[in-house]
């Protein structure tokens, strides 16, 4: 079954914490992404990677950075978390520009 | 933004009617993609037109674009219980990124 694999599923952190959220997929694509979803929006792109070590900025990329050392695993990472990044968390990966899967996602709260 | 209009709403129907939701775009698309967000999951793909196609169906779904005005619609016939979602659209101007609208909550009522 092919699926994108996303740990945590629940996260609490303190505000100045360190934050790493992973994402693994099992359908070797090139291309995953981070998105965040907030009440009443829509999902955000906050980066894209084509493949390892080729990362691009998405939308919003302030207070964010990513890993992509293997194709199947994707990191994003927040370097001292602020209570606006208080949200839920989704990794995607596709191949070329359709065929997208999305994990379950990762609920963080920071206090 | 890649969206004009907000297509952000809430609509709550009974099991068995049918229900179209709509959105519009700013930036030309390859594609349009409907998503379907069961609480507490991802979103799933669930029907895709392509620039060059006006009406796509499967099973219960209909989407329609209109390259013109830049707006798509999703349709669902006869909807169950099961339909109740949020369903967002999504185009990808830039190739793979893939721009996501605001999502239609839709909840069916047994």
């Known amino acids: 079954d092919m699926k994108v694999t996303q740990m945590p599923r629940y996260l609490i952190k303190r505000m100045g914490e360190n934050v790493l959220l992973e994402c693994g997929q099992d359908?070797?694509?090139?291309?995953m992404y981070w998105y965040r979803q907030d009440p009443g929006l829509g999902l955000q792109l906050i980066y894209i990677?084509?493949?390892?070590?080729?990362?691009s900025e998405g939308d919003i990329p302030k207070g964010y950075r990513v890993s992509r050392k293997k194709r199947e695993h994707f990191s994003l990472i927040l370097d001292s978390a602020k209570t606006n990044q208080t949200s839920v968390y989704f990794c995607?990966?596709?191949?070329?520009?359709?065929?997208?899967?999305f994990g379950s996602g990762t609920r963080l709260l920071v206090i | 933004s890649q969206w004009g209009e907000e297509n952000l709403q809430a609509l709550s129907i009974q099991e068995g009617e049918d229900v179209t939701m709509n959105c519009s775009y700013k930036t030309y698309t390859t594609v349009v993609q409907w998503y379907r967000q069961k609480s507490g999951k991802g979103p799933a793909l669930i029907i895709l037109?392509?620039?060059?196609?006006r009406e796509k169906r499967s099973g219960r779904l209909r989407a329609t674009l209109d390259t013109s005005s830049q707006s798509s619609s999703l349709s669902i016939t006869g909807t169950l219980a099961t339909d109740t979602a949020v369903y967002f659209c999504a185009t990808n101007p830039n190739y793979n990124v893939l721009y996501f609208g605001s999502g239609t909550k839709l909840t069916v009522e047994p």
């Open positions: 990677s084509y493949d390892v070590d080729s990362n």
């Open positions: 359908m070797s694509h090139e291309t």
């Open positions: 037109i392509r620039s060059n196609e």
């Open positions: 995607a990966s596709s191949l070329g520009n359709s065929d997208y899967t």
